[in-house]
């Protein structure tokens, strides 16, 4: 992206939609313009998904002037000067020109009105997503020198950062996921205000902090945005496990640096996503997570032995419960916090395999414990791997290589996939006369322990094993005792 593209390339790019929108605002003498990320997209070089339009139209007018065009309308927004609607495939939003603020100790904005477009622009987060295009001519408004910023790769706001961030403090975790997406640096002054304001943070809600904390891990550069937050001091307000990581540098116990550590790992991890069949699509954002999570634990559980070793011992599942804890405050939904806290608690298990070697027993716990979440626990594993000595490295790789191998042959033979007991619980209370209840229950685990212990018994075996263990039961010998 060197030079401003001519309009006739930008229009190339933009649905129809937009200049049959356009025409409505006109006709009906209002402004209309296409605003924010989809501008900053279409100097990219690709058309974003949202169609973001500012107007000076109140939200009345926007209403009139798309009655009879718009397919659907919706309201939800009015307050603050937005009306969306559907136009075929495409939702747009159609915003009244602001220049809303927020209140010191609020975590809404203020919202007023705005009466030019460049004031509208002002009140962005970032010069880059300054600039409009004023429609239907396709005419650039940049007061604020956003295309420049974009050439240069470089993150100004339009006014002065700390104003910015005061007004939203959110902004300060944009910046971080614009490092990460955009690949980006982010200007000194950005940089400093962001250390100074870091803790008004703390009046934005946790469901905005986590939208935008996992849209960062899900970007093209996780590890630059995560450095921003940790410098910044963003992450001891929204993660301060991941700054609690930066153990210090101790030559004589020679450990290593955790933080630095946790973030390659997280970039070997986004190297190994989908995978030769697709197994885990990228972006992968519990594998991710986890990778960057996955040693969480340590700076609780570090001991310095007498001998000058430094030990972490259970860290992967004090780690687990920290994730769970974190994840919560953070308002994750509880299907993504049990996986990557599963993932957290046994990214260790596979340590010892290339020493002893496992049983097939070992071989089919491991793969039941990591249930749907086999794939990305193989790619975790195999990213944990740091160290520089290629020797040990090699022989780590060949070691998973070969677990996976015998992960491979026990599933052709024994369906691991679907591993469950050779009797199920309707067979389990016909043999022992049971009604359903926790024996069942337990009968059926039993069983399972059988069938991992020992791979698949048969129904006759596995009938067998059974009654010998429910003779063993104290409910067995009550039900016989007149």
Same mark, same amino acid.
């Given at each position: 992206?060197?030079?401003?593209?001519?309009?006739?390339?930008?229009?190339?790019?933009?649905?129809?939609?937009?200049?049959?929108?356009?025409?409505r605002?006109?006709?009906?003498?209002?402004?209309?313009?296409?605003?924010?990320?989809?501008?900053r997209?279409?100097?990219?070089?690709?058309?974003?998904?949202?169609?973001? =339009?500012?107007?000076?139209?109140?939200?009345?007018?926007?209403l009139?002037?798309?009655?009879?065009?718009?397919?659907?309308?919706?309201?939800?927004?009015?307050?603050?000067?937005?009306?969306?609607?559907?136009?075929? $495939?495409?939702?747009?939003?159609v915003?009244?020109?602001?220049?809303?603020?927020?209140?010191? /100790?609020?975590?809404?904005?203020a919202?007023?009105?705005?009466?030019?477009?460049?004031?509208?622009?002002?009140r962005?987060d970032?010069?880059?997503?300054a600039?409009?295009?004023?429609?239907?001519?396709?005419?650039l408004?940049?007061?604020?020198?956003?295309?420049?910023?974009?050439?240069?790769?470089?993150?100004?706001?339009?006014?002065?950062?700390?104003?910015?961030?005061?007004?939203?403090?959110?902004?300060?975790?944009?910046?971080?996921?614009?490092?990460?997406?955009?690949?980006v640096?982010?200007a000194?002054?950005?940089?400093?205000?962001m250390?100074?304001?870091?803790?008004?943070?703390?009046?934005?809600?946790?469901?905005?902090?986590?939208?935008?904390?996992?849209?960062?891990?899900?970007?093209?550069?996780?590890?630059?945005?995560?450095?921003?937050?940790?410098?910044?001091?963003?992450?001891?307000?929204?993660?301060?496990?991941?700054?609690?990581?930066?153990?210090?540098?101790?030559?004589?116990?020679?450990?290593?640096?955790?933080?630095?550590?946790?973030?390659q790992?997280?970039?070997?991890?986004?190297?190994?996503?989908?995978?030769?069949?697709?197994?885990?699509?990228?972006? $992968?954002?519990?594998?991710?997570?986890?990778?960057?999570?996955?040693?969480?634990?340590k700076?609780?559980?570090?001991? =310095?032995?007498?001998?000058?070793?430094v030990?972490?011992?259970?860290?992967?599942?004090?780690?687990?419960?920290?994730?769970?804890?974190?994840?919560?405050?953070?308002?994750?939904d509880?299907?993504?916090?049990?996986?990557?806290?599963?993932?957290?608690?046994?990214?260790?298990?596979?340590?010892?395999?290339?020493?002893?070697?496992?049983?097939?027993?070992?071989?089919?716990?491991?793969?039941?414990?990591?249930?749907?979440?086999?794939?990305?626990?193989?790619?975790?594993?195999?990213?944990?791997?740091? &160290?520089?000595?290629?020797?040990?490295?090699?022989?780590?790789?060949?070691?998973? $290589? /070969?677990?996976?191998?015998?992960?491979?042959?026990?599933?052709?033979?024994?369906?691991?996939?679907?591993?469950?007991?050779?009797?199920?619980?309707?067979?389990?209370?016909a043999?022992?006369?049971?009604?359903?209840?926790?024996?069942?229950?337990?009968?059926?685990?039993?069983?399972?322990?059988?069938?991992?212990?020992r791979?698949?018994?048969?129904?006759?075996?596995?009938?067998?094993?059974?009654?010998?263990?429910?003779?063993?039961?104290?409910?067995?010998?009550?039900?016989? &005792?007149?």
């Amino acid at each position: 992206m060197q030079q401003l593209p001519a309009p006739t390339a930008l229009a190339a790019l933009l649905p129809p939609v937009v200049f049959d929108l356009a025409d409505r605002f006109v006709q009906a003498g209002h402004e209309l313009s296409l605003v924010g990320g989809p501008v900053r997209d279409l100097f990219l070089g690709r058309v974003s998904p949202d169609l973001d =339009f500012t107007t000076s139209a109140d939200p009345g007018q926007t209403l009139a002037a798309v009655a009879g065009w718009a397919e659907a309308t919706w309201e939800v927004g009015r307050a603050f000067g937005t009306i969306a609607l559907r136009k075929g $495939d495409h939702t747009i939003e159609v915003t009244t020109y602001r220049a809303d603020a927020y209140d010191q /100790d609020s975590r809404k904005p203020a919202v007023a009105f705005g009466s030019s477009l460049r004031d509208d622009l002002f009140r962005r987060d970032f010069t880059m997503n300054a600039m409009a295009l004023r429609l239907p001519a396709l005419e650039l408004v940049d007061p604020f020198g956003g295309f420049e910023d974009l050439r240069d790769g470089v993150l100004r706001t339009p006014g002065l950062p700390a104003t910015s961030f005061s007004d939203d403090p959110l902004r300060m975790m944009r910046a971080a996921r614009f490092a990460s997406q955009l690949g980006v640096d982010v200007a000194g002054d950005v940089r400093s205000a962001m250390g100074d304001m870091a803790d008004r943070i703390r009046i934005i809600s946790a469901e905005r902090v986590r939208d935008e904390l996992v849209k960062l891990v899900c970007g093209a550069d996780p590890r630059s945005g995560i450095d921003l937050l940790v410098d910044s001091g963003l992450a001891d307000r929204v993660l301060p496990e991941i700054s609690a990581l930066r153990l210090e540098v101790d030559e004589h116990h020679r450990h290593k640096d955790v933080y630095q550590h946790s973030l390659q790992v997280l970039e070997q991890a986004v190297t190994l996503e989908t995978g030769p069949d697709g197994e885990v699509p990228g972006p $992968d954002f519990v594998l991710r997570f986890a990778a960057l999570l996955h040693d969480v634990g340590k700076p609780a559980t570090r001991r =310095f032995e007498p001998s000058g070793a430094v030990t972490f011992r259970h860290h992967d599942a004090i780690g687990a419960k920290l994730v769970k804890k974190r994840m919560r405050a953070l308002r994750f939904d509880n299907d993504t916090i049990k996986a990557v806290a599963r993932l957290v608690e046994l990214h260790m298990r596979f340590y010892g395999y290339g020493d002893a070697g496992w049983s097939d027993s070992a071989v089919r716990r491991y793969v039941t414990d990591a249930g749907p979440l086999l794939q990305r626990l193989h790619r975790l594993t195999r990213s944990d791997v740091t &160290t520089r000595n290629k020797r040990k490295a090699d022989r780590l790789a060949f070691a998973y $290589d /070969d677990l996976e191998r015998r992960i491979d042959e026990l599933a052709e033979r024994e369906e691991m996939d679907s591993m469950r007991p050779d009797l199920d619980g309707e067979a389990i209370m016909a043999i022992l006369g049971l009604a359903p209840g926790p024996i069942v229950g337990r009968a059926y685990r039993f069983l399972l322990e059988l069938r991992l212990d020992r791979g698949p018994l048969g129904a006759e075996a596995a009938e067998a094993e059974l009654r010998r263990w429910w003779a063993e039961q104290p409910e067995s010998r009550a039900k016989d &005792t007149p």
